[in-house]
């Protein structure tokens, strides 16, 4: 089985920045792509940042492209989710979830953290 927590959330001031982590557990070959989600208050889950096994292969939605970073240390099972010029409408729950390769679903989820940006 594979365990994801995620950690690093909190209150930060709009422009602030935070960084994330989800710390991996269990069989890590269930983990090839990583990915982190997000859900604001009154709004669906949305997919915002993957990175594959090697790191090299990084997708960002618009909305955090330029702003966010994803990273992965795989000798820590740690993915990391670097955020700067953080914005108000980046207040959400964030959660980071794994699949086993490219393409397919995301099985295995965290609990989620908080972060919360005053505007």
């Known amino acids: 089985q594979v365990q994801l927590e995620e950690s690093g959330g909190g209150l930060v001031q709009a422009g602030g920045s935070l960084r994330l982590s989800c710390v991996v557990s269990?069989?890590?070959?269930?983990?090839?792509?990583m990915g982190w989600f997000r859900q604001a208050p009154g709004k669906e889950r949305e997919f915002i940042a993957r990175?594959?096994?090697?790191?090299?292969?990084?997708y960002y939605v618009d909305s955090v492209r330029g702003r966010f970073t994803i990273s992965r240390d795989n000798g820590k099972n740690t993915v990391y989710l670097q955020m700067n010029s953080l914005k108000s409408e980046d207040t959400a729950v964030y959660y980071c979830?794994?699949?086993?390769?490219?393409?397919?679903?995301?099985?295995?989820w965290g609990q989620g953290t908080q972060v919360t940006v005053s505007s």
């Open positions: 979830a794994s699949a086993r390769a490219l393409g397919t679903e995301y099985a295995y």
């Open positions: 269990g069989r890590t070959f269930s983990t090839y792509v």
């Open positions: 990175i594959n096994w090697s790191g090299g292969l990084t």
